[in-house]
């Protein structure tokens, strides 16, 4: 991925449906196996070809997510879908690769202070373990992918400030450390545009072609300025939640990753390509809506609808 | 305003508060003149130096405003404050002007359906009738500053595509008729940021610094994206609406304006510096949002409040 140099004028884009994941596990009550299995179904129906099912943590912690394996195998029979899960070590990398998900990814916290909170451990500590996950992957000559998730790249709610150059270091550890890809995650919706320009050019030059992800909380209304901005440094792929679901349980009804419809719309809007299908993407999140009736729900496609010139650019195209 | 290419890297920026007219006026009820004399002196007191405090349109028209000149009254008393009103016409500018407004802002649409609906007069007899504004304005010595807003400059609900070689015509047209300054306007939400760029970098070359206002509506989530997209293109002084009342009468829950609290988050975030004191604005965001109960309000900052490197930055500042 060569820097655009601001121009974002990207022919395509991908967004990787982590709704799943990232919005589910916020979420206390537990959604049904067959709703998770409709929504992957009509997810890729609509065009989506990532998306991440869930996690393979204890369920003991995760409850929401204890039939992760089961979503992987039915991900798996839809050609052309890369099934992405995430793991927070060797155990759950085990079994990602057991069940043949095409990716994992591997959060990395770049604050110290979140690190020790969310996995006992220390940045280093954690990249240590992607050494030992890596190492069993190649040894196993499994084809699973290994992602790593820099997360509370761009401030930490617990430790706040988060030095960019220790986001730099770590991505250079990691890279060095044989995994395949590398993205920045805003996980407590600290970045603005500025932030996100920045850090971008800064990694960029060390992680090349193999940081290729943004991952943005919409908290404070930004996740989409703070896309724009990884676009035009060059990014072209980029994780949401369909109706903007997950958030923090600290923070009664504050958003979670940018809404995957609102996503698609901008990029739609910009003429990037991703495939996706307007009418069947929010025919999906009303469907969605309907399964989590009572949780707070976010974007702003669903009631504006797309804009009248859009929709003829669809008539002509 | 030299273009900064595209580096957004401004040392200050200037908020509009519109609320109380663009806001206000696409809400049924109407609030007391008390208290709206409350939310001036209290977004005064928050540090902002620029508000929309009306409309001289005639009452039966929009009721809700119809105290315009008791606002400008008061407002005029506010050291340091522009105080700005929107005018349709020759007779709300000689009202405007009656009053001493230190600005009028002329709509403008660059829209010929949204032109005709709106005013009954095609975007070249607007023209013509700000051209009498101006003269008469010059005539009388008045001091009222002329601004026009190109409204539907990035698309209209009724008419869709908004060539931009028009709206260029038209800014060409208002600044030799002899307007002091000119802002572009997405009136219904159809902007994203590549628009955004690709408009300004047209206008400005034209226009040059008496271009320099952005109005965004946040109606399809892309409000904050397009603002910092008007950013690198130069542009320092934004609209919006405290909590982003307004809308769409025709689409209910639609945002209206950006929030006003949510732009200023991102503007102090990225070091942009704007005058505006937080904990002042939520008090008064509270309030409006308690006079207005049962009203669809927007923005996240309320929700989730300044992250901690931002908090402590204003410490240290």
């Not at 998770?36 to 869930?54: F, M, N, P, S, T």
């Not at 993205?183 to 932030?195: E, I, Q, R, S």
């Not at 060390?206 to 404070?220: E, I, P, Q, S, Y």
């Not at 901008?266 to 999140?285: E, K, N, V």
Request: net charge negative; aromatic share 4%; with cysteine.
């Amino acid at each position: 991925m060569q820097s655009t140099t601001q121009s974002a004028n990207a022919e395509r884009a991908i967004i990787r449906e982590v709704g799943l994941r990232d919005g589910l596990q916020s979420i206390a009550r537990t959604m049904p196996t067959a709703q998770k299995l409709q929504w992957i179904e009509a997810a890729y129906a609509a065009g989506l070809r990532e998306i991440e099912v869930g996690s393979f943590v204890p369920a003991r912690l995760l409850p929401q997510l204890a039939d992760t394996a089961e979503l992987v195998a039915f991900a798996k029979t839809l050609p052309g879908l890369t099934t992405s899960v995430l793991v927070p070590n060797l155990k759950g990398a085990e079994r990602a690769m057991d069940c043949g998900a095409d990716l994992m990814l591997l959060p990395l916290s770049a604050s110290q202070a979140h690190s020790l909170a969310n996995l006992r451990k220390s940045p280093d500590e954690v990249v240590v373990e992607i050494e030992r996950i890596v190492d069993t992957r190649n040894t196993s000559k499994s084809n699973t992918l290994i992602e790593v998730g820099m997360s509370t790249a761009f401030g930490c709610t617990i430790q706040g400030r988060v030095e960019p150059v220790e986001v730099v270091r770590l991505v250079q550890a990691v890279l060095e450390a044989g995994v395949d890809q590398v993205g920045l995650a805003d996980t407590v919706g600290y970045a603005d545009p500025g932030m996100v320009r920045d850090l971008f050019a800064l990694t960029l030059p060390v992680a090349g072609a193999r940081l290729n992800c943004g991952h943005f909380h919409d908290t404070r209304g930004l996740g989409l300025a703070n896309v724009y901005a990884a676009l035009q440094a060059g990014v072209t792929r980029f994780d949401a939640c369909l109706a903007g679901i997950g958030g923090c349980p600290h923070a009664p009804g504050a958003s979670g990753n940018v809404a995957t419809e609102d996503l698609a719309y901008m990029l739609a809007s910009m003429g990037i390509a991703t495939g996706i299908d307007f009418d069947a993407l929010m025919a999906l999140r009303a469907n969605v809506a309907q399964w989590l009736d009572g949780e707070p729900l976010h974007g702003t496609l669903w009631r504006a609808g797309l804009p009248k010139t859009l929709s003829k650019q669809k008539e002509i195209a």
